[in-house]
């Protein structure tokens, strides 16, 4: 047995194409998870990043909290949460929830920080309020750092919803875990490197999306660095 | 699940022979490939730093390594290095290692002003003696913020390794799971937790005495 045999009985069985175990709906599952979970992270931590950079209050807590998140365990939070809370996707966002807030959080609270301080002087000189500073100067020139900010949240969410699929949830790691369990390796490798392909994806996405949608000021002053 | 209590302390009584035993592969795991990292990155950072054409295509191949799944990636390794070996979980988080200390060693060597350089110049040091007297040892607050989260990042992440049979504390996941018995996870977590603090606070410890000088300039590089 070689890759090419592997990946080709991955791909050929005709489970993968439709019903259940097959690749689009598998993809679907691991998508709409990771998703469900961005949003409720950046929903949480975003408006208070946004906040917390404007005001500076609490940036060494934040920065000393993410630092922290990065030591827990992902396994361990998602197997703890499914025995608390039963098996189910809600046991599942809260874990994955707490792993893509952290990075948003400080990338929102740094971004805001970044801005050039004569710059928000001077939109303050000119008479806007301070929410209107914080929405209509900080934000665009925080969009960068923000963006950055998601792309390590989801590939990290993207990673996670994998090793969620051990206690029994769908996505890309349904192939993973059920190839090992059965020993079908056909199986385990080809969900792994739809794992992989869907990372890298999700890698060039961003690139992108720094690349053409940020704001045009934003984009010159970057070219220009 | 009804009647079961979060943690049994009794248990963990029991079976402290048994978590110092995990607790000392997880350790091994994780931090071997840490130390690898960075002796693979030191040269590497100094060739980018000599060649910045090198370094462009270097940190993109590695953004992507970064990026790639973990448990991807040990399932991958394994017609190579065999289910439940370390070296299935070993190999891929130097990877993750150096993909994470390439770029603080290369900004730490990039850090040190021309005009340093120039005076070691006039001073009579060659190249090897500047780079050992004056560029490493400036390099050391950027190293030591990169290894601190290279170091947490596998800890943490050796655990998945329990998936593929070798995970040290994370087979207590995996236990603790199909037992439906929360103790051993909640152990392991705090016992994950516990040594990533302990190495965090070593190397807070080796930066105070490697650099005394960066402890006031606050956070170089990280």
Not at chain 2, 57 to 80: E, G, H, Q, R
Not at chain 2, 110 to 136: F, I, K, N
Not at chain 2, 201 to 207: C, D, E, F, P, Q
């Amino acid at each position: 047995m070689n890759w090419l045999n592997w990946l080709s009985d991955f791909f050929s069985d005709p489970a993968r194409r439709s019903g259940p175990d097959s690749i689009v709906h598998r993809v679907s599952e691991h998508l709409m998870l990771s998703g469900e979970a961005l949003f409720y992270a950046a929903l949480l931590a975003v408006p208070l990043g946004l906040l917390i950079g404007y005001t500076g209050r609490g940036v060494t807590l934040v920065t000393a909290l993410a630092g922290a998140a990065r030591a827990l365990p992902t396994l361990g939070l998602v197997t703890f949460a499914v025995l608390l809370a039963g098996v189910g996707d809600t046991a599942v966002l809260i874990p994955l929830v707490a792993l893509a807030a952290p990075p948003l959080l400080v990338a929102a609270v740094e971004g805001v920080r970044g801005t050039d301080p004569d710059v928000r002087d001077a939109a303050r000189g000119i008479g806007l309020t301070h929410p209107q500073v914080l929405l209509q100067v900080c934000l665009p020139s925080a969009a960068p750092t923000l963006l950055a900010g998601f792309r390590t949240a989801t590939v990290q969410v993207i990673a996670t919803a994998t090793v969620a699929a051990y206690v029994g949830l769908g996505g890309l790691g349904r192939y993973v875990i059920d190839g090992l369990a059965t020993r079908q390796y056909a199986v385990t490798v080809g969900g792994a490197l739809l794992v992989v392909l869907l990372a890298v994806g999700a890698q060039l996405f961003f690139a992108l999306l720094a690349r053409f949608a940020l704001p045009p000021g934003i984009r010159a002053q970057r070219r220009a660095r | 699940m009804d009647d079961e209590p979060i943690v049994r302390w009794y248990w963990i009584g029991d079976h402290l022979g048994y978590l110092g035993n995990l607790l000392a592969d997880h350790a091994v795991i994780a931090l071997v490939p840490v130390l690898i990292g960075l002796l693979l990155a030191v040269p590497l950072g100094l060739a980018c730093a000599r060649f910045p054409r090198l370094y462009q295509p270097l940190s993109a191949v590695f953004n992507i390594v970064y990026a790639l799944p973990s448990l991807a990636v040990f399932v991958v390794l394994i017609p190579y290095t065999g289910l439940a070996t370390q070296a299935t979980v070993m190999i891929p988080l130097t990877f993750y290692a150096l993909a994470v200390l390439l770029p603080t060693t290369v900004d730490g060597l990039r850090a040190v002003p021309d005009s340093v350089r120039q005076a070691a110049t006039a001073m009579g040091y060659g190249p090897w003696h500047r780079l050992t007297a004056v560029e490493l040892p400036a390099a050391v607050p950027y190293l030591i913020a990169g290894l601190r989260v290279a170091a947490v990042s596998s800890i943490s992440l050796a655990s998945v390794g329990a998936l593929v049979g070798r995970g040290g504390l994370g087979y207590l996941f995996i236990d603790g799971f199909q037992r439906t018995f929360p103790t051993p996870i909640v152990a392991g977590i705090a016992l994950i937790a516990v040594l990533a603090l302990a190495v965090d606070l070593l190397l807070v410890a080796a930066r105070r005495l490697l650099a005394p000088w960066a402890v006031r300039e606050q956070g170089a590089g990280s």
